[in-house]
Nanobody, 125 residues
């Protein structure tokens, strides 16, 4: 089992920045990818960014490429999402997620086993 706690959301004006953090605990040595997803009211949850735990390779949705940066600190078992140039359409609940090497469906943007509780990001215009 892997436990995730995501923090760092808040209210920011358009053009501003926020940094989300996700602390992992438990069987962290089984993690293949860690990612961030978001869900706006009335919309489906969508992939935002992911990082491969061992190699550090990063992946982004087109909508955030160039504005968001995902990174990790393996020593702290923590993943970060630095969000710059925020837009009102970035408003959503952001969820940290992890998928395990033992999960056959584990991939960059799907097949995640473990989820954080979510943190609200609100961008005002």
């Amino acid at each position: 089992q892997v436990q995730l706690v995501d923090t760092g959301g808040g209210l920011v004006q358009a053009g501003g920045s926020l940094r989300l953090s996700c602390a992992a605990s438990g069987r962290t040595n089984s993690i293949m990818h860690m990612g961030w997803f978001r869900q706006a009211p009335g919309k489906e949850r969508q992939f935002v960014a992911a990082i491969t735990w061992t190699s550090g390779s990063t992946y982004y949705a087109d909508s955030v490429k160039g504005r968001f940066t995902i990174s990790r600190d393996n020593a702290k078992n923590t993943v970060y999402l630095q969000m710059n140039s925020l837009k009102p359409e970035d408003t959503a609940v952001y969820y940290c997620a992890a998928c395990s090497v033992f999960t056959s469906t584990c991939a960059v943007s799907r097949g995640y086993d473990y989820w954080g509780q979510g943190t609200q990001v609100t961008v005002s215009s």
